[in-house]
């Protein structure tokens, strides 16, 4: 079975720092990766996602994540965050057989202004 | 983007009342459909996958007599949460799989059951 880990429960910045979120899966096969944002009172909406290709993959609103194999980690990145980048942020896994996602934990961003 | 609603928003209804929550894909057709349950403060739970005309196919300890799922149509699932009891209170998600594989969100229905 899949599972995807975030090490990070929360996380609290300045604006104009820079973030990292941590993303770690284990599964042996070849996966889709997923990263997904939940700003408060607001659904889950798509950051950005890996099926093939460039590991370095960009998203909206300024966000990246790398896809490293190795070491099973995918994770998202951005060089100056914003107030409005307060949210949660979810990472999921997707095999290429199934249909299933896998969540991880999430992370609550806070930005201070 | 692709976009998926759900309807309705926030319901409260009585214990023993059964609750229809209706999930409809926008503007692409959704051949796989999920359902999710989150908890405060939790993520996301994977309650079922809802294929368009077959049977659901439900998580283990998920009750698929307690949570009836009908995916009538490419572009409709619907939960069914029969005889609903405060315990069911909680967020419902839904999600829509479109062909490159991407699941797209629904913004959720409430259930609050007093």
């Known amino acids: 079975a899949q599972s995807v880990s975030q090490h990070n429960h929360h996380v609290i910045l300045s604006e104009a720092a820079s973030l990292e979120l941590g993303c770690n899966y284990s599964?042996?096969?070849?996966?889709?990766l997923f990263w997904y944002v939940q700003y408060p009172g607001q659904h889950l909406q798509l950051l950005l996602k890996y099926f093939s290709g460039d590991p370095l993959v960009k998203g909206i609103k300024g966000f990246e994540a790398e896809f490293i194999k190795s070491k099973f980690s995918f994770n998202l990145r951005k060089p100056s965050v914003q107030w409005s980048d307060t949210a949660e942020y979810f990472c999921?896994?997707?095999?290429?057989?199934?249909?299933?996602?896998?969540f991880g934990g999430g992370t609550r961003l806070m930005v201070k202004p | 983007g692709a976009v998926v609603s759900q309807h309705p928003s926030w319901v409260i209804c009585k214990s023993g009342t059964s609750v229809k929550i209706e999930c409809r894909s926008l503007?692409?057709?959704?051949?796989?459909m999920f359902w999710y349950r989150q908890f405060p403060k939790q993520s996301l739970m994977l309650m079922a996958t809802?294929?368009?005309?077959?049977?659901?196919?439900?998580e283990q300890g998920v009750e698929k007599d307690k949570f009836l799922i009908n995916h009538a149509s490419l572009t409709l699932s619907t939960l069914t949460v029969t005889s609903a009891h405060p315990e069911d209170s909680s967020f419902y998600i839904c999600?829509?799989?479109?062909?490159?594989?991407?699941?797209?969100f629904g913004p959720g229905t409430r259930l609050t059951v007093l």
């Open positions: 809802s294929n368009e005309g077959s049977k659901a196919t439900y």
């Open positions: 503007d692409f057709q959704a051949t796989t």
């Open positions: 999600s829509a799989r479109e062909e490159t594989g991407t699941q797209y």
């Open positions: 599964y042996g096969g070849t996966v889709n």
């Open positions: 999921a896994v997707n095999n290429n057989a199934g249909n299933m996602l896998t």
